[in-house]
Every structure is written in structure tokens, then in C-alpha cells.
T-cell receptor
């Protein structure tokens, strides 16, 4: 059973460009979370999605950031008009059950975004 | 909102020694779960151990065990017979239990402890 797959592993964008980060959850998992990790920091929650629905986006900036988890295909985290402050590692995690049931989150290897 | 505090930014021990990483948290919830995750240089987040708040028995997983003190809101991780491969960042994390509707996050992480195992 393949784990959570994220791509690309590294992404370099110039200021003002768009960044698209992809995440394929583990087989059988319909709950996806996105986290951001700044250097020397823990992971900060951004958004929680189930298939075709955003359940909680309280940790995601309202401007320039969006996320989706379509019926078919991977979950996408999209950052428009990137700025240097967006440089970070972005992690995707999935679980078979919704939050609140204590199911551990399984993480991907992350995408390191560098904005030049 | 929940907060998780790891007061040890870095620790270093000799191989085969036992080491304890501390974690405290603040919550008004009664139903929750606690986790320790390990992040080696490869950047992968690996689940180490999980504890249910309503269980008094401390979770164990081979060389890893926790000391869960619910009243003190403390959740320390003990690594016995430490190995070079245990060198990593260790993150303590809190998950609220139950269905709270909108506005609650998945996992709340501490800032981590960098554990170095010396040969």
C-alpha cells in the first residue's frame, strides 16, 4: 500500500508566479490535510478536505491560497502570485476517518517551495 | 484553542542511553488524542506513538513509551536503548476528539525537539 505521495519534492518559483502542489492520499483515505512548516518550526494546519468538500480552511490565508480535493485525482494546494514569505515545506497528510476519531495522520514527504 | 509546548529545543545523548523528551499542552477539552511524530533529515513525518486521553494506561511501542499525566497536561516520550537512527526532530501533537463542527484543526504541533544520538 503506497503511502501519501506528494509532488514535486522541490519547487522553485519567482515572485508573482503560481505554485501548484499535489497530494495523492493513501489508498482508502478520503480525508486530506495540508500543513506548512517554516524552518525551525512545527507544522501549522492550513486546510482539511474530504472528497470534493473543504471542511475547514481556518488555517489558510484568505488571499492567494486555495485548495481542492476533486472526486477524481489528487488534492491540489494552489498559491497564486507567490511571495518570498511563502517559502516553506508544505506537507499533505491523509487519514481513513475524520478528525475527532483519533485516527493518526499519515504524512507525505512534503514539497519544499522556494520563492526567488 | 489548544497549545502544545516542547521546552527542549535540542538534546544530545550517547547511543544506548535512555532519553526523555518533554511535552506539555493546554486545553479545556476532555476528549482528545496525543501523538509523537519523528522527522528525520529525509523530512518524512513518521508516527512514533499515540495516546488516547481517556485511557490511563501509558502507550508503549517497542523502545518508545510515554508518561501521560492528564491532570498535569504532560505527555513525555521516553526512548530506551537509543540508537543512531533515532536522531531526528521529535514533535508532540494534540488532536481534539469528537465532532466540533467548523473551526477546529486536525493536529496542533509543538515546535519540536532536535534529538541527537552520539556514537
Amino acid at each position: 500500500n503506497a503511502g501519501v505521495m506528494q509532488n514535486p519534492r522541490h519547487l522553485v518559483r519567482r515572485r508573482g508566479q503560481e505554485a501548484r502542489l499535489r497530494c495523492s492520499p493513501m489508498k482508502g483515505h478520503s480525508h486530506v490535510y495540508w500543513y506548512r512548516q517554516l524552518p525551525e518550526e512545527g507544522l501549522k494546519f492550513m486546510v482539511y478536505l474530504q472528497k470534493e468538500n473543504i471542511i475547514d480552511e481556518s488555517g489558510m490565508p484568505k488571499e492567494r491560497f486555495s485548495a481542492e480535493f476533486p472526486k477524481e485525482g489528487p488534492s491540489i494546494l494552489r498559491i497564486q502570485q507567490v511571495v518570498r514569505g511563502d517559502s516553506a515545506a508544505y506537507f499533505c497528510a491523509s487519514s481513513p476517518m475524520g478528525r475527532g476519531e483519533g485516527s493518526p495522520l499519515h504524512f507525505g514527504n512534503g514539497t519544499r517551495l522556494t520563492v526567488t | 484553542a489548544q497549545t502544545v509546548t516542547q521546552s527542549q529545543p535540542e538534546m544530545s545523548v550517547q547511543e544506548a542511553e535512555t532519553v526523555t523528551l518533554s511535552c506539555t499542552y493546554d486545553t479545556s477539552e476532555n476528549n482528545y488524542y496525543l501523538f509523537w511524530y519523528k522527522q528525520p533529515p529525509s523530512r518524512q513525518m513518521i508516527l512514533v506513538i499515540r495516546q488516547e486521553a481517556y485511557k490511563q494506561q501509558n502507550a508503549t511501542e517497542n523502545r518508545f513509551s510515554v508518561n501521560f499525566q492528564k491532570a498535569a497536561k504532560s505527555f513525555s516520550l521516553k526512548i530506551s536503548d537509543s540508537q543512531l537512527g533515532d536522531t531526528a526532530m521529535y514533535f508532540c501533537a494534540f488532536m481534539k476528539g469528537g465532532y466540533s463542527g467548523g473551526g477546529a484543526d486536525g493536529l496542533t504541533f509543538g515546535k519540536g525537539t532536535h534529538l541527537i544520538i552520539q556514537p
